[in-house]
């Protein structure tokens, strides 16, 4: 029976739901409104969420600036005082308008303004043509230049940069991150098996009652504690063509044809990112499945033997039905981990050689940090949350791995 918790006890938990909404409901918001957008915070035109237009104020005074500084030098070469006063006033008109955006950055504009802004510059483009007709004989060095920064101030508008569902729609579409998907699958699926095949075996051993059981069971975790990124360097230099012991052993017994093969082809350098990630997370697969036999009453196994009963037959009939939660738990734990796998590819291969081990976590940090692309990588992303949520409710809902239990 399910407890309905108090006032009081609501209260001893909110911190803890506080934090939880920070650190993780927050990120996972602010992802999904990003999908939304064509978000690129290098970009001063997609550095922001625009709904609507924008404008690029500092931009603008900046081509203001410029524009002035400029006909300094076409005043000091017109021929005449009354030309040189006419593009005296034209400066001074520039200056008089860009002050009002001197020190902003980008910022929403309202219609009006825009009209404003807009009237401001075919004026100026309208007086600048008729002074240069006007003066039509003389070589101005800096004419050019002039009609460059107003098409520059035109420029400064900053359309909304809202695509709705679009990047969706692309992330469908886009065989780079199908191919991601399908990596990540593989890895996922063929490293949690032997992971739980080899960490059956170990928590077995671990659980014995034997002499030094204490020295095997500290050795057996030593990989787990080692760091995932200082593994996958060890691992690397395990692989090398030229120096690597691992490749020369997989060499001389006839399992590759070089040593070259571990991480220079598609598949040496799948098989090497599982079997360093097997040897490293087996222990932690261990761990999670000894508890579970360490909960199984000894008597049972005595009543079997007294039966008659095989050590396989005790295995299949008694330690996996009751080891069904804790199996299906780890499992879950493990998948979960796989499937975000990040630090172990990008170090051991980097998603090489040909994106060969390109995961879709080192797909969507290519994309937000190596192609600037902050909204297209967090429809990636979401992408990733939504098949680790289809993970987490198939084990809890369809197998039924109890994680936490109501008594």
Not at 167 to 173: K, T
Not at 192 to 203: D, I, K, N, P, Q
Not at 212 to 218: E, F, K, L, Q, Y
Request: glycine content about 6%.
């Amino acid at each position: 029976m399910i407890k309905r918790i108090t006032f009081k006890q609501f209260l001893f938990i909110l911190p803890l739901l506080l934090i939880l909404a920070v650190f993780s409901v927050f990120p996972i918001l602010s992802s999904f409104v990003y999908t939304a957008f064509d978000y690129r915070p290098t970009d001063p035109t997609r550095a922001s969420l625009f709904l609507s237009e924008s404008f690029n104020s500092g931009g603008f005074h900046e081509d203001g600036f410029f524009l002035t500084f400029f006909l300094g030098d076409v005043a000091f070469e017109v021929p005449t005082d009354e030309g040189a006063a006419e593009v005296a006033a034209i400066q001074q008109y520039v200056d008089d308008f860009i002050v009002r955006f001197y020190g902003e950055d980008v910022r929403r504009i309202t219609n009006s303004e825009i009209a404003e802004i807009n009237e401001f510059i075919d004026s100026l483009d309208v007086r600048l043509t008729a002074f240069y007709v006007r003066y039509s004989d003389t070589e101005f060095f800096r004419k050019d230049d002039t009609f460059t920064l107003i098409e520059s101030m035109r420029r400064r508008f900053i359309e909304p940069n809202f695509i709705g569902l679009e990047n969706y729609r692309s992330l469908i579409q886009d065989s780079r991150f199908l191919s991601a998907l399908r990596i990540t699958l593989t890895f996922t699926f063929i490293s949690v098996f032997f992971e739980l095949v080899l960490g059956m075996a170990l928590a077995l051993i671990m659980n014995r009652a034997i002499r030094g059981i204490g020295i095997v069971r500290t050795v057996a975790l030593i990989p787990w504690a080692i760091p995932t990124a200082v593994a996958a360097l060890m691992w690397s230099y395990l692989y090398d063509g030229s120096s690597g012991i691992v490749a020369h052993i997989f060499s001389q017994v006839g399992l590759i044809e070089s040593p070259q093969t571990m991480l220079l082809t598609a598949s040496g350098a799948m098989a090497s990112a599982i079997l360093a990630d097997v040897w490293k997370t087996t222990p932690y697969m261990a761990l999670l499945l000894l508890s579970g036999l360490q909960i199984i009453d000894s008597g049972l196994y005595e009543s079997a033997a007294i039966d008659g009963s095989g050590r396989i037959k005790t295995f299949t009939k008694i330690t996996l039905p009751l080891m069904k939660s804790s199996i299906l738990v780890a499992l879950l734990f493990r998948m979960l981990d796989a499937f975000r796998v990040y630090d172990l590819i990008a170090v051991l291969t980097g998603g090489g050689p040909g994106g060969a081990t390109e995961t879709l976590s080192i797909y969507a940090h290519r994309l937000m940090i190596g192609m600037n692309d902050f909204g297209y990588g967090s429809t990636v992303v979401i992408a990733m949350f939504v098949c680790v949520a289809i993970i987490a409710f198939f084990f809890v809902k369809v197998l039924g791995a109890e994680i936490f239990k109501n008594e």
